[in-house]
């Protein structure tokens, strides 16, 4: 079991900058992949950033977020932040054995 806590939502306005963090628990080692996810109302959740073999990014956040990884830790440094990119963020592991944890969610509010 995995257990997952994100943190470091708010409100920021247009432009402004946020860093979103994940702690994970019990049984880190068996993590291979992390990655942050979102969903805006209404809309389906979408994949932001993924930390694994590769690192990959959502082409709207591209050149804006980064996505980093420490002990038990994911970061998610977004920047230029817009109205668009308001939603609940969350934070996704990959174990072994094809099993995925997900953290309850931060809420990110970009608005003037």
């Known amino acids: 079991q995995v257990q997952l806590v994100e943190s470091g939502g708010g409100l920021v306005q247009p432009g402004g900058s946020l860093r979103l963090s994940c702690a994970a628990s019990?049984?880190?080692?068996?993590?291979?992949?992390m990655a942050w996810y979102r969903q805006a109302p209404g809309k389906e959740r979408e994949l932001v950033a993924a930390s694994g073999i590769t690192t990959n990014y959502a082409d709207s956040v591209k050149g804006r977020f980064a996505i980093s990884r420490g002990k038990n830790m994911v970061y998610l440094q977004m920047n230029s932040l817009k109205p668009e990119d308001t939603a609940v963020y969350y934070c996704?592991?990959?174990?072994?054995?094809?099993?995925?944890?997900w953290g309850k969610g931060t809420l990110v509010t970009v608005s003037s």
């Open positions: 996704k592991a990959d174990v072994t054995r094809g099993v995925t944890y």
């Open positions: 019990g049984s880190t080692l068996s993590i291979i992949a």
